[in-house]
């Protein structure tokens, strides 16, 4: 893709959606840090409804480590694989706890260290708790990379690499919510709403899926 259709791409987007924010609800760079790890392979929405109550309870690593596993499994057995989530926030927390004075480290490296922490986690912390240029490649922003042309690449981590060399350093900020956003709600995995798509003109995908009779 040349560089000024991938730029009128993020224009666009921009335009319509000017501050774009992550769907989960968060207080603190540790909430957020809870709900990302919470929402492998599960919804933001069910996520939300977990941790309204949890982070009532808990919203320090010292007291959802008190909580021990099982007292955090019960807030959290509506999220798929919540024994091993509960496990790995135990021992996050604990590590938070021994190494980190309870604060959330702000480098890749520390992050990626915590159990359950894999490199999307850490890119999301990085950019919404920290306001790094990260780009955070979920299945979502991976299908619209590919389909649109955007960055192709065989895997997440080549399309994250080629969305960081690519993308125009103004809009690298938010590349990860607007992409997200966008493949959530209009690009979708089944039949992408073409029709409703405000890049369409821009994306290479072909064909064009039509509106609904």
Request: hydrophobic share 45%; net charge positive.
């Amino acid at each position: 893709m040349i560089a000024a259709r991938r730029r009128a791409i993020f224009e666009a987007l921009r335009r319509a959606n000017p501050d774009p924010r992550s769907e989960l609800e968060f207080g603190s760079p540790f909430e957020l840090l809870v709900a990302v790890v919470l929402s492998a392979q599960a919804t933001d929405r069910s996520v939300n409804q977990a941790t309204r109550e949890l982070f009532r309870v808990a919203a320090t690593p010292s007291a959802m480590l008190a909580l021990g596993e099982e007292g955090l499994i019960a807030h959290i057995r509506t999220i798929g694989l919540f024994r091993t989530k509960a496990r790995n926030l135990i021992g996050l927390c604990r590590m938070l706890l021994e190494q980190h004075g309870g604060q959330v480290p702000r480098t890749r490296e520390a992050l990626e260290a915590l159990p359950g922490v894999g490199r999307k986690t850490a890119n999301v912390v990085l950019n919404v708790a920290f306001g790094e240029p990260t780009i955070a490649v979920d299945t979502h922003i991976f299908r619209v990379a590919n389909r649109t042309g955007l960055a192709p690449g065989k895997d997440v981590e080549e399309v994250e690499q080629r969305l960081l060399k690519t993308v125009p350093e103004e809009f690298r900020q938010h590349a990860h919510h607007w992409l997200i956003l966008h493949g959530r709600y209009v690009c979708v995995a089944r039949k992408p709403r073409c029709w409703q798509c405000a890049i369409a003109k821009w994306c290479e995908f072909s064909p064009k899926t039509a509106a609904p009779a």
